[in-house]
């Protein structure tokens, strides 16, 4: 029984039409609407400890963005407006990404551009 089913697997006719046609087999591509545009990271960062300031404050933000690269780059974005920290003179101590708890329910954010 097991020598039918491996022989029936490789000699297996291509696919056909209705009318006995033969027809090019196509793989389903996933519909690119529906891949998730921007994602929600958590990320958490300091400033490079110095002699004058040997344990700096630790900042956690959520951000939006396209892809983990961009948003680090917007941490520091936004801590140099802040506190004067820049990616030369900092560190990163965590980059996660945040997923939805529920995601059929309705949450609404603010995304500035």
């Known amino acids: 029984l097991k ?4 022989v029936a697997r490789h000699f297996t006719r291509p ?22 545009k921007m994602h929600q990271y958590q990320i958490v960062g300091r400033a490079a400890p ?3 300031n040997p344990v700096p404050k630790i900042y956690r933000m959520r951000l939006f963005a ?3 690269v961009l948003a680090k780059s917007r941490f520091w974005y936004f801590m140099k407006k802040l ?9 990163l101590l965590a980059v996660n990404e945040l997923f939805d708890r529920a995601p059929t329910k309705v949450k609404n954010y603010g995304i500035w551009l």
């Open 83 to 91: 506190n004067k920290a820049k990616k030369s003179g900092g560190e």
């Open 50 to 52: 110095t002699p004058k």
């Open 3 to 6: 020598a039918r089913e491996i």
């Open 66 to 68: 396209k892809n983990k």
């Open 15 to 36: 696919p056909a039409d209705n009318k006995g046609n033969m027809v090019k087999a196509t793989k389903f591509a996933a519909d690119p609407s529906l891949q998730a």
